[in-house]
């Protein structure tokens, strides 16, 4: 009896030290991960947006668990294939097995659980991320234009806000470097792309149209992109939790320059984001250009309405 409770002993004391030894052998690992690969090596940092650290959770959970259950597969053919390997004396076929009723069970609702589990996830996170600020927690309302081949920013005012609004910004397409000899180099001249100002820390919501053909909203560290659709209005909201400069490209193929789409996201304290809007005022940018600067005012099944310009009456 004693010799049989010192063995469970033993055995507890190797499982203890089986765990710890993992357990250090995983710490070890994790703290030698980078912050982009404890970010599943997807755009950005952790504590860009808090979309984007959302997306950035669901998808390194999601490859865990399928790593796991990988790894489980492979033991189990690995295990299969040394146990039931044929021996040295052995002829012919082995033993057939016509079924295996706990395996079959297995390999059939796990993969129901799995897929049932990734969709509720997928549903809740894009609850989430697709439900925009009501007025009241409102900061900051801009109006995002999409057009061939660049953008049009509307900084809206919003009641009650700390940030200035009521202005305008219509960006050009994306301009290559030349040489001295006046041949491109093949590099884009940065300081010309479209900015988006947005202050730190605010509650910001985008109101995303497009001016001509269906484009994307799209800046990779936010781990985010929403279509711009003629006609149609779709809304992001996010908190911008780093300053920075980031870069934003269309995701959608529409046209000839597709590729020169480009424009970058400043990511600014209140103070320089209210600057800046002071600014474009001084510019004479009051107001905003809306959707009666749409190429394409009588698209069928649209509710854009037609207006004609002066310029284009005479």
């Keep these: 009896m004693r010799l049989l409770e010192r063995s469970n002993v033993r055995k507890n004391h190797r499982k203890k030290w089986t765990a710890l030894s993992l357990s250090g052998v995983l710490a070890l690992v994790l703290s030698g991960c980078t912050a982009q690969e404890l970010n599943g090596y997807m755009p950005g940092l952790p504590g860009t947006t808090d979309v984007g650290d959302m997306t950035a959770t669901f998808w390194v959970n999601s490859w865990v668990i399928l790593l796991a259950i990988g790894f489980f597969v492979w033991g189990l053919i690995i295990w299969a294939t040394v146990v039931y390997r044929r021996r040295k004396n052995e002829t012919g076929l082995p033993v057939q097995m016509r079924y295996h009723m706990p395996i079959e069970m297995l390999f059939t609702i796990l993969p129901i659980v799995l897929v049932g589990g990734f969709f509720a996830f ?177 698209n069928p099944g649209t509710s854009v309405p037609v207006i004609q310009h002066e310029e284009e009456e005479h």
């Excluded at 049009?152 to 009521?166: A, I, K, M, P, T």
């Excluded at 789409?261 to 984001?273: D, G, N």
Aim: glycine share 10%; hydrophobic share 35%; aromatic share 12%.
């Design 122 to 298: 997928t549903a809740r996170d894009q609850a989430i991320i697709e439900d925009n600020y009501s007025a009241e927690d409102l900061d900051v309302h801009i109006e995002v234009y999409g057009k061939q081949w660049a953008w049009d920013f509307n900084y809206l005012d919003v009641e009650g806000s700390q940030y200035d609004g009521g202005v305008f910004y219509q960006g050009v397409q994306a301009v290559e470097l030349r040489d001295a000899e006046g041949k491109t180099t093949g590099e884009i001249d940065y300081g010309q792309l479209p900015k988006l100002y947005v202050p730190v820390g605010a509650n910001v919501t985008l109101d995303l149209k497009s001016r001509d053909v269906a484009h994307s909203f799209w800046v990779p560290e936010f781990n985010y992109k929403e279509d711009t659709i003629p006609g149609k209005t779709n809304q992001f909201s996010f908190v911008a939790e780093r300053e920075g400069t980031y870069m934003g490209k269309c995701a959608e193929l529409c046209g000839e320059f597709h590729s020169m789409m480009l424009f970058q996201v400043e990511v600014v304290s209140e103070a320089e984001y209210n600057d800046y809007i002071q600014s474009l005022r001084d510019q004479g940018n009051d107001g905003a250009r809306g959707d009666d600067y749409n190429r394409e005012l009588d």
